[in-house]
């Protein structure tokens, strides 16, 4: 079974900066492409950034210049640097991951992590 468990979120001030983690577990055979969406409160579920394991990069125009994204391959890990949050930033932040699970199946992957709250607030 194959887990991610997000870090990092919490209360910050306009202006300010967070930086969340996501470290995956499990019997993960490799890693395609892994990213963070959000969701605020009444709205959709959307992307904010996502990167491959080529180390492509991929930025929600609303985040761009702001938001970097990063990985650590060796640990399975995935970093989201938040800078200059703004209030529309609020939301439940999810790590998501595709690949494939480790043997014998090696069967492809899709994991969504239990998300973690970001609030911007004076």
């Known amino acids: 079974q194959v887990q991610l468990v997000e870090s990092g979120g919490g209360l910050v001030q306009p202006g300010g900066s967070l930086r969340l983690s996501c470290a995956a577990s499990?019997?993960?055979?490799?890693?395609?492409?892994m990213g963070w969406y959000r969701q605020a409160p009444g709205k959709q579920r959307e992307l904010v950034a996502a990167?491959?394991?080529?180390?492509?990069?991929n930025y929600a125009d609303s985040v761009k210049g702001r938001f970097t994204i990063s990985r650590d391959n060796a640990k399975n890990t995935l970093f989201l640097q938040m800078n200059s949050l703004k209030p529309e930033d609020t939301a439940v932040y999810y790590c998501?991951?595709?690949?494939?699970?480790?043997?014998?199946?090696?069967?492809?992957?899709?994991?969504w992590g239990q998300g973690t709250l970001v609030t911007v607030s004076s």
């Open positions: 499990g019997r993960i055979f490799s890693i395609s492409a």
């Open positions: 998501h991951l595709e690949g494939r699970v480790g043997g014998p199946s090696y069967g492809s992957l899709e994991v």
């Open positions: 990167i491959t394991s080529g180390g492509s990069r």
